[in-house]
C-alpha cells in the first residue's frame, strides 16, 4: 500500500457498526436514525422511480450537481447565507458530507499546510488532512462547571480565545469547523463563532464549516452560519448533508457551497474522482426540499417537527442515563449524547491489557455483555489527547422510543 495510508487504517464506525451486528445489539452508537424518513421523501423517491416521462433520469446527470438540485439547494440557502448562490458555480453536490470534505481538504491542503481541529471532532477530519499531506493542530473544547444544581450541558465546552489564536501559524491553511458538533451537540454561539471567523481573516486562512446537523437545534439555541458573517463568504466552504437533513442517511448526497473562487477547486477533485452523484436520488432530494422550502417555517415543516420528536427523545435518555448513575452531557444540537460513565460499576479487567482505552473497553464490554452498542469518545480525539475522552461514551437518540425503551431496560436491570 502507499504509505500514505499509514496510520489510518483503523476506523471506529467499521470496528463498532461491526461489533453492533455481532451481538445483535441495541443500536444506540452509529449515528443514524432507525425510524421512518418523511413521507413526501419517500414519496419523492418513489415516484422518481416510476417516472415514466423521463427515462434520462436512470443516465448521468450533470456531474457537479443534478441542476434542478443545484437550483434548490441555492434557492433554500441564498436568503440564509445572504448571498445570491450561483448554482452552478457555488455548489457541488458530493457523495454524503464525506464527499464534500475529501474535495474541500484535497482542493487546499498539501505536504507543509496546517489544519486546525477542534476536539472532540468527527473522526474523519484527521485521516483526510493526514492523506492530503497535512498536519493537524489540535485544541480541545475545555468544560466548565455547570451552574450549581444543573445538568452538564454542551454549551459548558468551550474554547479559549487565547489558546486559540496561538494554534495559527504562518502555515495555517484552515480551520475545521463543526456546529452543531459531533459528538458533543455543542452549538457554537454567534460569538464564539465570530472570534473564529476574525481569526480566519487575520491569518487569512479558509474555513471549513460541517453543518450537517444545521436543522437538529434544541431549546433557545440558534444555528449560525459562518459563511454569513461579514468577510465570510469568500473564505468559508458550507458543508451539508441530505442524510441528516432528510434521516436518509443510505442515501448518501452531501454539498459543499460557497464562493466560486472556492468550490471550482472542489470540482476539479470531483470530476477527477468520482464525477457524479446518482441522478434519481438528487431528483428525490430536490423535490423533498421544494416541498419543505413551501412549509419553511410552520409547525408541520420536517425542520420543525425532527428537532421537536429529537428534544423529547434527548430528555428521555437523559433520565435513564442519570438514574443508573451516568453524568450525561446534555446537547443544545445534533441527535448524539455523550455521557461521563466513569461511575458505573463494572469490572474491565479482562480488557486490561489490551492497550486500549478505558471507553474503548468499556463499550466493547457493554456491547458484547448487555447488547447495548454505543460509541466511545476518545474516537473523537487525536493521539496526544484520548485521555481527554476516555470517561465519556456516546449515544445516538435519534431511534425510535421502543429502540430507547428496550436501552432504558437493559441499564435499569443492570444498574
Ligand atoms: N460530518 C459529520 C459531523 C457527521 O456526523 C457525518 C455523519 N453523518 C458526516 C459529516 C458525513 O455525512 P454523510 O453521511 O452525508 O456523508
Ligand atoms: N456520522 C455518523 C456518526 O457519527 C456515522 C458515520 C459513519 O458511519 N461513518 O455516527
Redo the contacts with the bound molecule.
Keep these: 500500500p502507499a504509505s500514505r495510508l499509514e496510520g489510518v487504517d483503523k476506523n471506529v ?1 467499521v470496528e463498532f ?1 461491526a461489533l453492533a451486528a455481532k451481538h445483535k445489539a441495541v443500536n444506540v ?4 436514525p432507525d425510524f421512518s424518513p418523511p413521507n413526501h421523501v419517500k414519496e419523492a423517491l418513489k415516484n422518481v422511480g416510476t417516472m415514466s416521462t423521463n427515462d434520462m433520469i436512470h443516465q448521468y446527470t450533470r456531474g457537479f450537481g443534478h441542476p434542478k438540485l443545484v437550483d434548490t439547494l441555492s434557492k433554500m440557502f441564498s436568503p440564509l447565507f445572504g448571498v445570491n448562490i450561483d448554482p452552478n458555480k457555488e455548489v457541488l453536490v458530493t457523495v454524503g458530507a464525506y464527499g464534500s470534505l475529501f474535495c474541500s481538504i484535497h482542493a487546499f491542503i498539501e505536504e507543509g499546510d496546517e489544519v486546525i481541529i477542534i476536539e472532540p471532532f ?1 473522526d474523519c477530519y484527521q485521516p483526510m488532512v493526514k492523506v492530503a499531506g497535512g498536519t493537524c493542530r489540535f485544541i480541545p473544547l475545555r468544560p466548565n462547571s455547570p451552574k450549581k444544581g444543573n445538568y452538564a450541558t454542551s454549551s459548558d465546552w468551550t474554547l479559549d480565545p487565547d489558546e486559540l489564536e496561538s494554534m495559527f501559524t504562518k502555515k495555517t491553511k484552515a480551520i475545521i469547523l463543526n456546529t452543531p458538533n ?2 458533543l451537540g455543542k452549538v457554537f454561539t454567534r460569538d464564539e463563532l465570530q472570534m473564529i471567523a476574525d481569526l480566519c481573516v487575520k491569518y487569512d486562512c479558509l474555513c471549513i464549516s460541517d453543518e450537517v446537523y444545521e436543522w437538529l437545534l434544541y431549546d433557545h439555541h440558534e444555528h449560525v452560519r459562518i459563511g454569513s458573517l461579514p468577510g465570510m463568504w469568500d473564505r468559508t466552504i458550507t458543508i451539508g448533508s441530505a442524510g441528516k437533513t432528510f434521516s436518509v442517511t443510505g442515501w448518501k448526497i452531501g454539498w459543499a457551497m460557497g464562493s466560486a473562487n472556492l468550490i471550482r477547486h472542489l470540482q476539479t477533485v470531483w470530476q477527477n474522482s468520482t464525477y457524479a452523484c446518482p441522478t434519481p436520488i438528487q431528483e428525490a432530494v430536490a423535490v423533498g426540499f421544494e416541498e419543505e422550502i413551501s412549509r419553511l417555517g410552520e409547525e408541520h415543516s420536517y425542520f420543525k417537527e425532527l428537532p421537536r420528536e429529537l428534544k423529547a427523545k434527548r430528555d428521555k435518555i437523559v433520565k435513564t442515563l442519570t438514574e443508573i448513575g451516568m453524568m450525561p452531557i446534555i446537547p443544545d444540537g445534533g441527535y ?1 449524547m455523550v455521557a461521563d460513565a466513569s461511575n458505573m460499576k463494572v469490572d474491565l479487567s479482562e480488557s486490561e491489557n489490551s492497550g486500549e482505552t478505558w471507553d474503548y473497553r468499556l463499550v466493547k464490554w457493554l456491547t458484547a455483555n448487555k447488547k447495548v452498542a454505543t ?1 466511545p469518545i476518545s474516537a473523537f480525539y487525536s493521539s496526544g489527547h484520548k485521555s481527554m475522552g476516555e470517561k465519556y461514551i456516546r449515544f ?1 437518540f435519534a431511534k425510535e422510543d421502543e429502540t430507547l425503551d428496550k436501552m432504558e431496560k437493559i441499564f435499569k436491570e443492570w444498574a
Design positions: 464506525w457498526s452508537g452509529q449515528g443514524f468527527f459531533n459528538p448524539f460509541i445516538c
